[in-house]
Protein backbone atom coordinates (compact mmCIF):
# COMPACT_ATOMS: atom_id res chain seq x y z
CA UNK A 1 0.00 0.00 0.00
CA UNK A 2 0.69 3.68 -0.31
CA UNK A 3 0.23 6.43 2.81
CA UNK A 4 -0.13 9.55 0.46
CA UNK A 5 -0.39 13.40 2.17
CA UNK A 6 -1.78 16.16 0.23
CA UNK A 7 -2.01 20.05 1.42
CA UNK A 8 -3.52 21.78 1.84
CA UNK A 9 -6.55 20.14 2.69
CA UNK A 10 -8.99 22.99 1.65
CA UNK A 11 -8.39 26.40 1.06
CA UNK A 12 -10.55 29.93 -0.22
CA UNK A 13 -8.52 31.60 -2.90
CA UNK A 14 -8.97 35.06 -4.71
CA UNK A 15 -9.99 35.16 -8.48
CA UNK A 16 -6.63 35.77 -10.39
CA UNK A 17 -4.37 34.07 -8.25
CA UNK A 18 -2.23 30.67 -8.24
CA UNK A 19 -2.34 27.86 -5.36
CA UNK A 20 -0.06 25.25 -4.83
CA UNK A 21 -1.09 22.02 -3.93
CA UNK A 22 1.87 19.72 -2.10
CA UNK A 23 2.00 15.85 -2.45
CA UNK A 24 4.34 13.56 -0.48
CA UNK A 25 4.28 9.40 -0.15
CA UNK A 26 5.63 7.80 2.30
CA UNK A 27 7.33 5.29 -0.53
CA UNK A 28 9.10 5.87 -4.03
CA UNK A 29 6.51 5.35 -6.93
CA UNK A 30 7.36 5.78 -10.78
CA UNK A 31 4.29 7.96 -11.83
CA UNK A 32 2.17 10.30 -9.79
CA UNK A 33 -1.38 11.12 -11.33
CA UNK A 34 -3.43 14.54 -10.95
CA UNK A 35 -7.06 14.37 -10.50
CA UNK A 36 -9.74 16.77 -10.80
CA UNK A 37 -13.26 16.19 -9.07
CA UNK A 38 -15.88 18.78 -9.47
CA UNK A 39 -18.79 18.11 -8.10
CA UNK A 40 -20.87 15.51 -8.74
CA UNK A 41 -18.88 14.64 -11.59
CA UNK A 42 -16.68 11.75 -11.96
CA UNK A 43 -12.91 12.12 -11.48
CA UNK A 44 -10.98 14.01 -14.69
CA UNK A 45 -7.33 12.86 -15.04
CA UNK A 46 -5.72 16.40 -15.17
CA UNK A 47 -1.97 14.86 -15.80
CA UNK A 48 0.48 11.96 -14.97
CA UNK A 49 4.04 13.41 -13.10
CA UNK A 50 6.91 11.60 -13.53
CA UNK A 51 10.41 11.98 -12.02
CA UNK A 52 12.96 13.25 -14.56
CA UNK A 53 10.53 14.61 -16.97
CA UNK A 54 8.14 16.26 -17.97
CA UNK A 55 4.42 15.63 -17.45
CA UNK A 56 2.01 14.48 -19.83
CA UNK A 57 -1.51 16.72 -19.66
CA UNK A 58 -4.77 15.10 -20.57
CA UNK A 59 -6.97 16.55 -23.07
CA UNK A 60 -8.01 20.37 -22.28
CA UNK A 61 -5.58 20.57 -19.27
CA UNK A 62 -2.47 23.02 -20.11
CA UNK A 63 1.15 23.25 -18.38
CA UNK A 64 0.38 27.40 -18.45
CA UNK A 65 -2.45 26.61 -16.26
CA UNK A 66 -1.17 23.62 -14.43
CA UNK A 67 2.38 23.49 -13.88
CA UNK A 68 3.51 20.21 -11.99
CA UNK A 69 6.79 19.49 -10.26
CA UNK A 70 8.09 15.96 -9.89
CA UNK A 71 11.60 16.75 -8.11
CA UNK A 72 11.85 12.87 -7.08
CA UNK A 73 10.33 9.89 -6.42
CA UNK A 74 8.22 11.14 -3.11
CA UNK A 75 6.75 13.92 -4.05
CA UNK A 76 4.84 16.22 -6.60
CA UNK A 77 2.94 19.80 -7.10
CA UNK A 78 0.34 20.77 -8.80
CA UNK A 79 -0.39 24.38 -9.10
CA UNK A 80 -3.36 26.09 -10.13
CA UNK A 81 -2.75 29.34 -11.72
CA UNK A 82 -4.77 32.13 -12.29
CA UNK A 83 -8.05 30.70 -10.75
CA UNK A 84 -11.12 31.39 -11.67
CA UNK A 85 -14.26 30.75 -9.91
CA UNK A 86 -14.47 27.48 -12.85
CA UNK A 87 -11.38 25.90 -10.71
CA UNK A 88 -13.22 25.12 -7.78
CA UNK A 89 -12.81 21.43 -7.41
CA UNK A 90 -11.54 18.97 -5.17
CA UNK A 91 -7.97 18.54 -6.64
CA UNK A 92 -6.79 14.70 -5.70
CA UNK A 93 -3.08 12.97 -5.79
CA UNK A 94 -2.71 9.24 -6.55
CA UNK A 95 -0.43 6.77 -7.11
CA UNK A 96 -0.31 3.16 -7.78
CA UNK A 97 2.67 1.81 -6.21
CA UNK A 98 4.03 -1.55 -8.15
CA UNK A 99 3.62 -4.07 -5.39
CA UNK A 100 0.02 -4.10 -5.90
CA UNK A 101 -0.97 -6.86 -8.56
CA UNK A 102 -4.49 -5.59 -9.14
CA UNK A 103 -2.69 -2.40 -9.79
CA UNK A 104 -5.18 -0.55 -7.81
CA UNK A 105 -4.65 3.42 -7.27
CA UNK A 106 -3.96 5.12 -3.91
CA UNK A 107 -4.90 8.21 -3.29
CA UNK A 108 -4.18 11.37 -1.05
CA UNK A 109 -6.97 13.25 1.09
CA UNK A 110 -7.78 15.88 -1.67
CA UNK A 111 -7.48 19.58 -1.82
CA UNK A 112 -10.84 21.35 -2.01
CA UNK A 113 -10.53 24.75 -3.35
CA UNK A 114 -13.28 27.22 -3.61
CA UNK A 115 -12.41 30.32 -5.72
CA UNK A 116 -14.80 33.12 -5.36
CA UNK B 1 -16.15 7.62 -27.64
CA UNK B 2 -15.39 5.93 -24.31
CA UNK B 3 -18.50 5.63 -21.20
CA UNK B 4 -19.35 4.67 -18.03
CA UNK B 5 -22.88 4.57 -17.22
CA UNK B 6 -24.01 3.68 -13.47
CA UNK B 7 -27.24 4.89 -11.76
CA UNK B 8 -26.95 8.36 -9.98
CA UNK B 9 -28.36 7.78 -6.77
CA UNK B 10 -29.93 4.96 -4.78
CA UNK B 11 -31.69 4.37 -1.63
CA UNK B 12 -31.61 0.91 0.67
CA UNK B 13 -32.46 0.04 4.25
CA UNK B 14 -29.91 -0.89 6.79
CA UNK B 15 -29.54 -4.62 6.93
CA UNK B 16 -30.65 -4.94 3.23
CA UNK B 17 -28.96 -5.99 0.08
CA UNK B 18 -28.30 -3.65 -3.20
CA UNK B 19 -26.64 -3.91 -6.38
CA UNK B 20 -25.26 -1.27 -8.06
CA UNK B 21 -24.61 -1.68 -12.03
CA UNK B 22 -21.98 -0.29 -14.51
CA UNK B 23 -21.49 -0.66 -17.82
CA UNK B 24 -18.90 0.24 -19.97
CA UNK B 25 -18.04 1.17 -23.65
CA UNK B 26 -14.35 1.26 -23.75
CA UNK B 27 -11.56 1.02 -26.41
CA UNK B 28 -10.71 -2.27 -25.41
CA UNK B 29 -10.54 -3.59 -21.71
CA UNK B 30 -7.72 -4.61 -18.97
CA UNK B 31 -10.16 -4.44 -16.02
CA UNK B 32 -12.51 -2.67 -13.75
CA UNK B 33 -12.12 -1.27 -10.48
CA UNK B 34 -15.10 -0.40 -8.01
CA UNK B 35 -13.71 2.35 -5.60
CA UNK B 36 -15.63 3.94 -2.88
CA UNK B 37 -15.62 7.42 -1.61
CA UNK B 38 -17.53 8.70 1.41
CA UNK B 39 -18.10 13.11 1.76
CA UNK B 40 -15.30 14.82 1.77
CA UNK B 41 -12.55 11.86 1.44
CA UNK B 42 -10.55 10.81 -0.93
CA UNK B 43 -11.90 7.48 -3.11
CA UNK B 44 -10.12 3.96 -1.81
CA UNK B 45 -9.89 0.63 -3.47
CA UNK B 46 -13.08 -2.13 -3.10
CA UNK B 47 -12.04 -4.53 -5.60
CA UNK B 48 -10.66 -5.28 -9.15
CA UNK B 49 -12.40 -7.78 -12.13
CA UNK B 50 -10.16 -8.99 -14.95
CA UNK B 51 -11.47 -12.07 -15.89
CA UNK B 52 -15.95 -12.86 -15.72
CA UNK B 53 -17.46 -14.09 -12.73
CA UNK B 54 -18.17 -13.11 -9.11
CA UNK B 55 -15.25 -12.04 -6.31
CA UNK B 56 -16.53 -11.97 -3.19
CA UNK B 57 -15.16 -9.67 -0.41
CA UNK B 58 -16.59 -10.46 3.14
CA UNK B 59 -20.39 -7.90 2.58
CA UNK B 60 -19.21 -6.74 -0.69
CA UNK B 61 -19.16 -8.79 -3.86
CA UNK B 62 -17.79 -7.77 -7.46
CA UNK B 63 -18.90 -9.32 -10.60
CA UNK B 64 -17.80 -8.85 -14.39
CA UNK B 65 -19.53 -9.96 -17.87
CA UNK B 66 -17.15 -8.76 -20.88
CA UNK B 67 -19.26 -9.73 -23.45
CA UNK B 68 -22.04 -7.55 -21.70
CA UNK B 69 -19.56 -4.69 -20.91
CA UNK B 70 -21.29 -5.14 -17.84
CA UNK B 71 -20.64 -5.24 -13.95
CA UNK B 72 -22.14 -5.10 -10.29
CA UNK B 73 -21.53 -3.83 -7.03
CA UNK B 74 -23.31 -6.21 -4.60
CA UNK B 75 -23.18 -4.67 -1.27
CA UNK B 76 -24.79 -7.20 1.87
CA UNK B 77 -26.18 -6.08 5.47
CA UNK B 78 -26.02 -2.92 4.63
CA UNK B 79 -24.62 -0.31 7.24
CA UNK B 80 -24.93 3.27 8.27
CA UNK B 81 -21.21 3.73 7.64
CA UNK B 82 -21.91 2.09 3.41
CA UNK B 83 -23.53 5.83 2.78
CA UNK B 84 -21.23 6.53 0.45
CA UNK B 85 -20.38 7.38 -3.46
CA UNK B 86 -19.48 4.24 -5.32
CA UNK B 87 -16.97 4.43 -8.48
CA UNK B 88 -16.52 2.31 -11.27
CA UNK B 89 -13.73 2.35 -13.45
CA UNK B 90 -12.19 0.44 -16.43
CA UNK B 91 -9.13 0.54 -17.80
CA UNK B 92 -8.64 0.87 -21.27
CA UNK B 93 -6.37 -0.65 -24.01
CA UNK B 94 -4.34 2.44 -22.77
CA UNK B 95 -3.66 1.29 -19.70
CA UNK B 96 -5.79 4.45 -19.53
CA UNK B 97 -8.66 4.83 -16.38
CA UNK B 98 -11.91 5.93 -17.42
CA UNK B 99 -14.34 6.70 -14.56
CA UNK B 100 -17.86 6.62 -14.22
CA UNK B 101 -19.68 9.80 -12.44
CA UNK B 102 -20.28 7.63 -9.51
CA UNK B 103 -23.49 6.18 -7.78
CA UNK B 104 -24.38 7.94 -4.57
CA UNK B 105 -25.69 5.32 -2.16
CA UNK B 106 -27.82 6.12 0.66
CA UNK B 107 -28.42 4.41 3.48
CA UNK B 108 -31.91 4.16 5.71
CA UNK B 109 -32.29 2.98 9.27
Known amino acids: SAVISQKPSRDICQRGTSLTIQCQVDSQVTMMFWYRQQPGQSLTLIAT?????????ESGFVIDKFPISRPNLTFSTLTVSNMSPEDSSIYLC?????????????FGEGSRLTVL | GQNIDQPTEMTATEGAIVQINCTYQTSGFNGLFWYQQHAGEAPTFLSY??LDGLEEKGRFSSFLSRSKGYSYLLLKELQMKDSASYLCAVLDSNYQLIWGAGTKLIIKP
Open chain 1, 94 to 106: SVQPGISDTGELF
Open chain 2, 49 to 50: NV
Open chain 1, 49 to 57: ANQGSEATY
